[in-house]
């Protein structure tokens, strides 16, 4: 059978890089297998799910170019689908109705707790040859339960953890229809994952304890569940009201951004992909790698069995990484919308601004403050006039500007009058090229001087040089 993946985000927050993770193996072992990736959006929370949340998945999945072959399909456009399932369940009698009222409900839980038993539904409402069931109550629109295996083991082979065994005494009656006739979630994943013929189901380790009671609708429904893989959770380190510095799991709550924000404050897709695949996955000791060797070497069997612990430090290496590498053209694009946005016109001189600068650059926002000095005024600090711009070296830039007005523009004239002005005032590069560089650039790091010059107008290179 083809390989069949799903995404099934619920859209009640805005999606960060640990719900984002669980999108990228699905789609990475259907693209590696030559299978079916499909988006599913779980909206049955009216409450708290969002338009707003949704166009962030969409968004970020489009940005890091996880692509669904089918989808999005969403759980709201499906309820006929799930009711008539029900009505399928209820004739085979595979559910039951069930009166007990929630303070019914909570009584029997504060009785089991003080016998230091595990707090679940006693079955009171479920059919049982010879079994005598409660009166019905008038008025009350009761839930539908699912009759679990009261007996036996579920188990599974998950492909992260391991064998897993629960047996069916631990797990009460699932509640699949709320008394307004809505099914739940547990309840439409089965029929989703039927539906859509789903084979493989990688995501977050906080669905385990689904997984058994899944596997046990699938089974009663007469169907082979899917292959499961439950992902350890992304951590992110929490800075507490003290100062101390804790670790828990990713969440919004803690701080964590929304996928769309790493687009927008200048990372590369390629190298998100790259750093989210290896929060959970690796491939040897390999840390740099494109797309396609990722597709290439992907498989369930590498996936970690430890939770991982976002670092913001390494993804910006390995974004800086991905930067060196990309070409200057399409480097260049990403760096232009990022000037368009403060309200400056690249022109042809960005894809060498961007070959010359992107070493010193980890995202293309920082690449774009490097590129606006080019474009526009520079106020070099106090700091940097005091301690370069002295009386010994104005003489040297005076005569470094008369050079350079008749000078060739390109970079080995631009060079050669720069050496010229060391022989003639007997001063060392440095001490010549530091201040140059906080005059016309506004500090005193830049790639090499000539370069740099190269790439400024010569009006503007003799007007900064002047403000000595």
Request: proline share 7%; charged share 25%; hydrophobic share 40%.
């Amino acid at each position: 059978m083809s390989t069949r993946t799903r995404f099934a985000p619920s859209p009640t927050g805005f999606i960060h890089l640990g719900n984002i993770r669980s999108a990228l193996y699905p789609w990475a072992f259907a693209r590696s297998t030559g299978g079916t990736f499909i988006l599913r959006i779980e909206d049955t929370d009216l409450e708290r799910s969002s338009q707003a949340a949704v166009d962030v998945i969409l968004e970020g999945m489009a940005w890091l170019g996880l692509d669904p072959d089918e989808g999005p399909y969403y759980q709201m456009q499906r309820m006929d689908r799930y009711k008539e399932a029900l009505r399928q369940m209820q004739d085979q009698g595979l559910v039951y109705p069930c009166y007990m009222s929630v303070a019914e409900l909570d009584a029997l839980r504060e009785r089991q707790m003080a016998n230091k038993e595990k707090p679940r539904y006693d079955g009171t409402w479920r059919p049982e040859p010879g079994k005598a069931l409660p009166p019905v109550p008038e008025g009350v629109q009761p839930v539908l339960r699912f009759r679990n295996p009261l007996a036996g083991v579920v188990a599974w082979d998950d492909k992260v953890k391991g064998r897993i065994e629960i047996r069916n005494e631990e797990l009460d009656d699932l509640v699949i229809a709320r008394p307004d006739g809505t099914p739940t979630y547990n309840f439409c994943v089965v029929i989703d994952d039927i539906d859509m013929r789903i084979t493989h189901v990688i995501r977050g380790d906080d669905h385990v304890n689904n997984t058994p009671r899944q596997i046990n609708i699938f089974r009663a429904l007469g169907k082979e569940p899917p292959v499961y893989a439950h992902l350890p959770t992304v951590l992110q380190p929490v800075v507490g009201e003290d100062g101390s510095v804790r670790v828990e799991k990713m969440s919004k709550r803690h701080g964590a951004k929304p996928v769309t924000q790493y687009r927008d404050e200048g990372f590369l897709p390629e190298a998100m992909v790259n750093y989210l695949a290896r929060l959970g996955w690796s491939h040897g000791d390999d840390e740099i790698f494109s797309r396609e060797q990722f597709l290439q070497w992907f498989d369930l069997d590498h996936l970690g069995k430890s939770a991982a612990q976002f670092d913001e430090a390494k993804l910006r290496w390995v974004n800086a990484q991905h930067m060196k590498a990309m070409p200057d053209e399409p480097l260049a694009m990403l760096v232009g919308e990022q000037l368009k946005k403060r309200g400056i016109a690249p022109d042809a001189r960005l894809p060498r601004l961007c070959g010359l600068l992107k070493d010193r650059s980890d995202t293309t926002v920082a690449l774009a403050d490097w590129a606006q000095r080019f474009y526009q005024e520079v106020q070099p600090s106090a700091e940097d006039v005091a301690k370069h711009i002295t009386e010994g070296v104005r003489p040297a830039i005076g005569l470094l500007a008369k050079m350079l007005e008749g000078v060739p523009w390109d970079k080995a004239a631009i060079a050669e009058s720069l050496k010229e002005v060391l022989r003639a005032t007997g001063l060392k590069m440095p001490q010549l090229a530091m201040p140059v560089r906080v005059l016309v650039l506004g500090t005193p790091q830049s790639p090499s001087l000539d370069a740099v010059l190269e790439l400024l107008p010569r009006d503007i290179v003799l007007k900064r040089l002047a403000n000595v």
